[in-house]
C-alpha cells in the first residue's frame, strides 16, 4: 500500500454560510478518515512527537490503538497525561508542537495528531467515566485549594485528584473554563465541549466553587486557616494591554478580552435571545495579528460587520496566530493590512469615526527574533471605522498578588516562581499565564501537571525551598 504523502482533508463549514452562524467550523474526521490518517503513522521508536508535546501525550500508543480501532484503549491512553483531549485537539497549536517534529513531516506532511486526538476525544465525550468514578470513591490524602478554573487550574487539580488528594477549585467568575469559555470563540470551541470535558474532572471528586474572587471574597492566608495543605495559583492574564494613543478612551474602542466575553460568556453570539449589547457597525478595526486578534476578527465578520481589517505592524512571516486561523480569517473576507501600524484614533461626538496609521518596514531582529518594525516617515494615512477592536496581550490580574503578603512578583506583574513552581510563600505554588504571561492553552495545561507533582512532592516531603 502506497504511503499517502499528505494529511486526510478535514470537511469544514462553508465560508460563505459560517461567517452567518456560530457553528463550528470544521466538522471533525468520521472514523474512516481517522483510520485512515492512523495508517499514516511511522510508529517511530524514538517519538519526537512526545516530547513536543507540553504535556507528554504518548502518541504513538494511541494512534496504534486508534488504528486497531480501539477508540477506548487511545482515549484511555490521551487521558493518561491529558485531562482536557477535546479541548486540545481544537486550540492546541499542534504545528509547532508534536506535528513540528513529526518524522512523517520530514518529507510529507505530518500525521495529523490534533486532528486524530479531537475524534478520540469527541468519541468518548458522552461514554461514562468509571475510572474517574473510582479515584473519586478513594479520597483520602490533604486539601489541595486551586485558585482559577481554567485549563492550568482543571488541569492540576485533575492530577491531585486522581492521587487521591481533596482538591477544591475557586473560580471568580460565574462559570469555568477561564479563557476556554470566555476567550475562545464558539466557532473554534463548543461550549459543550467544554462542558463536557470539565464534567469529567468533576467526576474525579474535584469540588468547584464560582463567584469566588480569592484576594477578595476570601484570602490566602484564610484558605491556610480552613485547613487547605498547599495552593495552586492558576489565575490567567486576564487584564488586557493597550497602545496608549489618542483615542483609546472613545465609545466603539473595544479590549479584545472585553469584546470576546461580551460575545462568548454573555452569549451575544446567541442574539436576540440573549440581549448582550454588542454594538460593531459595518467597519472594524482589528489592531494586533495573534490567535485573539483573529477570533475578534472573525466574531465580528458574525456579528454583520461588511468590513474586517487586521491592522499589524510587522509581516505575514511574523504573525503569531495558527496559520489556520489566518486561513480560516481570509476565507472569511478578513481584509489584512499588514506593516501598518496605529496612531490615532478620532471620534465625532464621542464615538470612533477614524483611526490614522503610519506604515512600517522592518529592520533588525528584536529580542523576540523577529524583526523590528519601523515607522516610515510622512507615511500616515486614515481608514474611517466604526470599531476598533485592541488584541496587543494581556497581563495579570495584580487583584489577587496586590492583597497576599509575601508573594513575590516581578516587574510586570507576573508571580515569580522557581523550577517546581513553587512561590515566596510556603504552600504556595504558580503557573501558566500568572507566571509566563499570555501564551497557549497546552502551555498552561502542562504548567498545572509540572505544579500538580511539585504539591504531591511538597506534601508527602513537607519540606519547602520555594522562590525566596
Known amino acids: 500500500m502506497a504511503l499517502q504523502k499528505k494529511k486526510t482533508e478535514m470537511r469544514n463549514q462553508d465560508p460563505t454560510e459560517r461567517i452567518n452562524n456560530f457553528k463550528e467550523v470544521p466538522y471533525g474526521y468520521n472514523k474512516e478518515e481517522a483510520i485512515n490518517e492512523a495508517e499514516r503513522c511511522l510508529q517511530c521508536p524514538k517519538s519526537p512527537c512526545v516530547n513536543g508535546c507540553p504535556v507528554n501525550v504518548p502518541i504513538p500508543d494511541f494512534i496504534k490503538a486508534l488504528k486497531k480501532g480501539k477508540i477506548e484503549e487511545a482515549n484511555d491512553i490521551i487521558k493518561s ?50 475510572s474517574a468514578d473510582a479515584v473519586a470513591d478513594k479520597v483520602s490524602k490533604e486539601k489541595v485549594a486551586v485558585i482559577g478554573a481554567g485549563p492550568a487550574g482543571l488541569t492540576a487539580a485533575a492530577d491531585l485528584a486522581k492521587e487521591g488528594y481533596q482538591v477544591t477549585i475557586f473560580e471568580a467568575l460565574h462559570d469555568t473554563g477561564g479563557v476556554l469559555r470566555y476567550g475562545i470563540p464558539e466557532f473554534r470551541l463548543p461550549k459543550k465541549i467544554l462542558d463536557k470535558e470539565v464534567e469529567s474532572v468533576r467526576a474525579l471528586g474535584v469540588d468547584i466553587r464560582v463567584n469566588v474572587i480569592v484576594g477578595k471574597s476570601v484570602t490566602i492566608d484564610e484558605l491556610f486557616a480552613e485547613d487547605y495543605q498547599a495552593i495552586f495559583i492558576g489565575t490567567g492574564a486576564g487584564l488586557p494591554r493597550f497602545m496608549n494613543i489618542p483615542g483609546e478612551n472613545l465609545n466603539g474602542v473595544y479590549s479584545a478580552n472585553e469584546f470576546l466575553t461580551r460575545v462568548n460568556l454573555m452569549k451575544a453570539y446567541k442574539y436576540p435571545d440573549y440581549r448582550t449589547p454588542v454594538k460593531i457597525g459595518n467597519r472594524v478595526a482589528v489592531i494586533g495579528a495573534g490567535n485573539v486578534a483573529m477570533d ?38 478578513v481584509i489584512f493590512k499588514l506593516l501598518n501600524n496605529p496612531v490615532k484614533i478620532d471620534g465625532q461626538e464621542g464615538r470612533v469615526f477614524s483611526m490614522e496609521c503610519i506604515k512600517m518596514e522592518l529592520g533588525d531582529e528584536d529580542d523576540s527574533g523577529r524583526r523590528r518594525p519601523v515607522p516610515i516617515e510622512g507615511s500616515n494615512w486614515t481608514m474611517e471605522v466604526d470599531t476598533v477592536i485592541v488584541a496587543i496581550g494581556q497581563t495579570p490580574n495584580p487583584l489577587l498578588t496586590s492583597n497576599t503578603e509575601n508573594l513575590k512578583t516581578e516587574s510586570w506583574g507576573g508571580i515569580m516562581v522557581d523550577d517546581r513552581l513553587a512561590t515566596s510563600r510556603e504552600g504556595v505554588f504558580a503557573g501558566g499565564d500568572i507566571v509566563t504571561g499570555a501564551a497557549t492553552v497546552i502551555q498552561a495545561m502542562g504548567a498545572g501537571k509540572k505544579a500538580a507533582r511539585s504539591i504531591i512532592d511538597y506534601l508527602t516531603s513537607k519540606e519547602w525551598s520555594g522562590k525566596n
Open 81 to 130: 497525561k491529558n485531562n482536557l483531549p477535546a479541548i486540545c485537539g481544537r486550540v492546541c497549536p499542534q504545528e509547532s508542537q508534536c506535528e513540528k517534529v513529526c518524522v512523517m513531516g520530514a518529507k510529507n506532511e505530518p500525521v495529523a495528531i490534533g486532528r486524530l486526538e479531537r475524534f478520540v476525544a469527541d468519541s468518548m465525550l458522552d461514554k461514562v467515566n468509571t
Open 296 to 333: 475578534s476578527a472573525r466574531t465580528a465578520r458574525r456579528l454583520g460587520a461588511d468590513e474586517v481589517v487586521i491592522v499589524y505592524r510587522r509581516s505575514e512571516e511574523e504573525m503569531p496566530a495558527r496559520d489556520e486561523e489566518i486561513e480560516h480569517a481570509r476565507e472569511e473576507g
